[in-house]
């Protein structure tokens, strides 16, 4: 089954501290991987993706995501939190099925002073 | 670019009545876009795929004659939802893609947040 795990339902780190963002993915076929962030009552922006290549890959704001096929993962780094990264993340996943994606359950991360 | 809206940002309608909601891509063309539910502190959930000159494609248990999808330019799509009640109260996102290819990341709209009473 196709299906995308963010293990972590909710993350708080410290303004200026390193950031990761865990996602997993099982998907049948070779997969496109987004990151996607969302403000309160807001759409969904989309920070980076990947869809072959460089396994590292750098988004907007700063972000960062790894693909590792070995580990069917593709998380979400960041070296230095601000406080206005508070927001949910959802990692996506698609492929050759007309462009449509699986979210994962999102991660929610707080940043404290 | 790449930019998409959505109108209107909230709407509240009385039980019974049927509220539409548009979604434009301002600065592309929008062969696909797609129609997203989202429950609070919840995922989004896929409920139809809409492409441009033709019948929507929706996903297994949403319900085609309730949430009707018109796409009939390559800038905007229409949900509409009929006969609406207070279970239908959500918030509705859409998204476009600028080409037909798998790869092509869809970009959302800011989202409609529907109350029905």
């Known amino acids: 089954a196709q299906s995308v795990t963010q293990p972590d339902i909710h993350i708080t780190v410290s303004e200026g501290a390193s950031l990761e963002l865990r996602c997993n993915y099982s998907y049948g076929a070779t997969p496109y991987l987004f990151w996607y962030v969302q403000s309160p009552g807001q759409g969904l922006q989309l920070l980076l993706k990947y869809f072959s290549g460089d396994t590292l890959v750098q988004g907007i704001k700063g972000f960062e995501a790894e693909f590792k096929r070995s580990q069917s993962s593709f998380n979400l780094r960041k070296p230095s939190v601000h406080w206005s990264d508070a927001a949910e993340y959802f990692c996506a996943v698609g492929g050759n099925q007309g462009g449509k994606l699986i979210f994962g359950q999102g991660t929610e991360l707080s940043v404290k002073p | ?117």
């Open chain 2, 1 to 117: 670019g790449a930019v998409v809206s959505q109108h209107p940002s909230r709407v509240i309608c009385k039980s019974g009545t049927s509220v539409k909601i548009e979604c434009r891509s301002l600065d592309f063309q929008a062969t696909t876009m797609f129609w997203y539910r989202q429950f609070p502190k919840q995922s989004l959930m896929l409920m139809a795929t809409s492409n441009e000159g033709s019948k929507a494609t929706y996903e297994q248990g949403v319900e085609k004659d309730k949430f009707l999808i018109n796409h009939a330019s390559l800038t905007l799509s229409t949900l509409t939802v009929t006969s609406a009640h207070p279970e239908d109260s959500s918030f509705y996102i859409c998204s476009a893609r600028l080409s037909r290819d798998s790869y092509s990341p869809q970009y959302f709209g800011p989202g409609t947040r529907l109350t029905v009473t």
